[in-house]
Nanobody, 123 residues
Framework: VQLQASGGGLVQPGNSLRLSCAVS????????IAWFRQAPGSEREGISC????????TYAESVKGRFSISEDKAKKRVTLQMNNLKPEDTAVYYC?????????????????WGQGTQVTVSS
């Protein structure tokens, strides 16, 4: 099982960044793919997920309207486009497979975690 996140880095406020999650080693039809983040001193927060059933998406209020999740099934890759980044978006970002295959829910149990990628938003 592999969930390989990449694309993190240092950006200035207002700029954009794209994270990518390569998925392999399990039947992703039974799971939704989600992005979580964890800032220093804070709990891990689910921010977005995409259903394997119909491609529907869910976003946390903190990122709604700024972040966009998409999937390329042929390449087995899930992308998180992050626009208008703010300093409070600074965190380690993780992709994960969650047990929510039909309509993805950010409250669903996590079946598999990927490793994190650091995103720092600072001027």
């Amino acid at each position: 099982v592999q969930l390989q996140a990449s694309g993190g880095g240092l950006v200035q406020p207002g700029n954009s960044l794209r994270l990518s999650c390569a998925v392999s080693g399990f039947n992703s039809d039974f799971y939704a793919i989600a992005w979580f983040r964890q800032a220093p001193g804070s709990e891990r927060e689910g921010i977005s997920c995409i259903s394997q059933n119909d491609g529907s998406t869910t976003y946390a209020e903190s990122v709604k309207g700024r972040f966009s999740i998409s999937e390329d099934k042929a390449k087995k890759r899930v992308t998180l486009q992050m626009n208008n980044l703010k300093p409070e978006d600074t965190a380690v970002y993780y992709c994960a497979a969650i047990r929510s295959p039909l309509v993805c829910s950010l409250g669903a149990d996590v079946a598999f975690w990927g490793q994190g990628t650091q995103v720092t938003v600072s001027s």
